[in-house]
């Protein structure tokens, strides 16, 4: 007869080996954000171009930290991260009826990704600002909505990838003024593989005009895969 102290050991021991080989679980042992100063990643660009994407600094904000990202097109991107969240930090500006610069989004933090990714989850944040300028008034709705699609595996110019999270990022920006409305709107799937970070992102960006001399609509693609 087995006892009962054998027994609850060999059900804790199953217990523990099984939670270990879950997916949700192991979210825990692997690090999908190993961010810090002078880091670098190695992409191919649209299947032509070679680009690389790098962390040149950080800056202290209270007791966490602000990482400042330089992007292969010469932007950056500045990720404030707090134990349960990244944030995007938000500067958007307008060229005013007089050629002055108008402050829409003026460093604002806006909610990128939610920790740890866990399949299914979702999450959303919102700004709004309105700017008058003389007689007239500029404004600004940006919202942003996450999601973690899936968990699987990914194959890159660098090799292939398993535990990969696939997350779905849409962005939304309305700006207006007395001259129209435009609108951005952004749809990217980001993949983050253990160790290694964004292994793939594929991004689609509609951007759309509406004015007195008429209106526009472009949609641009961008793909990046992990070269090295």
Do not use: Q
Request: aromatic residues 12%.
């Amino acid at each position: 007869m087995i006892s009962r102290k054998l027994l609850v050991v060999t059900l804790t021991t199953l217990l523990l080996t099984s939670c270990i080989k879950s997916p949700l679980i192991d979210r825990t042992y692997y690090n999908y954000f190993p961010f810090e100063v002078g880091k670098s990643w190695t992409y191919l660009l649209n299947d032509t171009d070679t680009v690389t994407i790098s962390i040149v600094g950080d800056t202290l904000l209270g007791e966490d930290t602000m990482l400042i990202f330089e992007n292969y097109d010469g932007t950056r991107t500045y990720l404030f991260s707090t134990s349960s969240a990244f944030y995007s930090l938000e500067d958007t500006s307008i060229v005013g009826p007089n050629g002055e610069d108008i402050k829409l989004e003026d460093r604002i933090f806006i909610l990128l990704y939610e920790k740890p990714f866990v399949v299914g989850n979702a999450w959303d944040d919102f700004y709004s600002n309105v700017v008058p300028v003389g007689e007239d008034t500029f404004w600004i709705n940006h919202s942003r909505t996450g999601e973690v699609l899936g968990l699987g595996d990914v194959e890159t110019p660098a090799g292939s990838f398993e535990n990969v999270y696939s997350i779905r990022i849409l962005d939304s920006r309305e700006i207006g003024g007395p001259d129209g409305i435009g609108h951005v709107f952004t749809i990217k799937d980001v993949y983050f593989a253990p160790d290694i970070g964004m292994v793939k992102e594929l991004i689609s960006v509609n951007v759309k005009d509406s004015s007195s001399s008429g209106v526009t609509d472009t949609t641009f693609t961008t793909k990046l895969e992990l070269l090295r």
